[in-house]
């Protein structure tokens, strides 16, 4: 199955969010949904900042773990800017056969 990590930005709360989902339309609707009882309730309306997908599982995990580790505002932008850090982050946390 097709796993996606994404990030998202809150202009009012002047934040991201970072997350995984396996289906990221339906994620977003939630986080920006009235349903929404989570921490992002606060943050809406949410904006698609950065999406990486195509990614198994294990590899969204781990990217997502790495991604809120790193705590850096600077290094979300940047990330968004260049995309062969993007792409390099896909290929360190590639599944090893």
């Known amino acids: 199955m ?10 009012s709360l002047d934040k991201f969010y970072i997350g ?3 289906n990221f339309t339906a994620r977003l609707a939630y986080h920006n949904s009235t349903q929404n009882k989570i ?3 606060r943050g809406q309306p949410w904006e698609v900042h950065l999406l990486i997908d195509r990614l198994e599982k294990s590899q969204a995990l ?3 773990k790495h991604l809120k580790k790193m705590k850096s505002r600077n290094y ?5 800017a260049d995309p062969s850090a993007i ?3 896909i ?4 599944k090893s056969i």
């Not at 097709?2 to 809150?10: E, H, N």
């Not at 979300?76 to 968004?80: V, Y």
């Not at 290929?91 to 590639?94: E, H, K, L």
């Open 2 to 11: 097709d796993f996606s990590v994404y990030i998202l930005y809150s202009r």
């Open 20 to 22: 995984y989902t396996a």
């Open 39 to 41: 921490w992002t309730k």
């Open 62 to 64: 781990k990217m997502e």
């Open 76 to 80: 979300l932008i940047n990330l968004k």
């Open 87 to 89: 792409d390099a982050l």
């Open 91 to 94: 290929q360190r946390f590639r």
